[in-house]
């Protein structure tokens, strides 16, 4: 374990447990009794807390939720700096995204009815959107370097480029989700990705060796 790497001292860890309490008894009430219904009030009894200890946590309720994925999108954006230049930008973005699948691991129960929120919620969908815009911010740079080095194009052109295939990449991240959710979990997330990546790019090639889901 590298310096960088650190575990985490006892405040910090305290701080995750009771973050993770509240975003638990958050997501229990949203499934029971609706996101617009629940209030801030309610999620703090529920956790056993104060309203003024909430805000400590959360700057909101749909940060609950949503809290987590500019954070995400710090560990996408390193694992893509980290990958080789000559890379195919796909394989990168796929080897980045599966890093962040590895990091989170399998969701739990309570995450998968929070992600479904997520996707039906109207008010939660656009929040989540822009959210996502933060992933770009940090991703397309970052790319767009990439693509000048390996194309030798200028940097107007490059993140144009990069900004095209991380949209495109994002895009196929949500049809992938609400295609998992919407069946029941059935099929590898990965896979389904994969199979979106392919149908944009009019069947081509593999990414990163996997064959795309059927």
Not at 128 to 141: F, H, I, S
Request: with cysteine.
């Amino acid at each position: 374990m590298s310096v960088e790497e650190q575990p985490p001292g006892l405040r910090e860890r305290t701080r995750r447990a009771v973050h993770r309490e509240i975003a638990q008894a958050a997501s229990d009430l949203f499934v029971t009794q609706g996101f617009e219904a629940t209030t801030i009030d309610q999620i703090a009894a529920a956790a056993g807390i104060s309203r003024r200890s909430f805000f400590r946590y959360f700057a909101s309720k749909e940060d609950v939720v949503l809290g987590d994925v500019v954070e995400r999108g710090h560990l996408l954006r390193d694992v893509l700096a980290q990958r080789p230049p000559d890379e195919d930008p796909w394989q990168s973005i796929a080897a980045a995204f599966r890093a962040l699948r590895e990091r989170v691991g399998d969701p739990t129960d309570a995450e998968i009815r929070v992600t479904r929120l997520l996707h039906d919620e109207p008010a939660l969908r656009a929040r989540r959107l822009e959210k996502q815009l933060a992933w770009q911010e940090q991703l397309v740079p970052v790319l767009a370097q990439r693509i000048a080095a390996r194309d030798g194009v200028g940097d107007g052109t490059a993140r144009h480029r990069a900004a095209a295939l991380v949209a495109c990449a994002l895009a196929c991240l949500d049809t992938a989700v609400e295609t998992w959710l919407r069946t029941d979990r059935e099929g590898d997330l990965e896979d389904l990705w994969l199979d979106a990546v392919a149908a944009v790019r009019g069947g081509a090639a593999r990414v990163d060796g996997r064959n795309p889901a059927r």
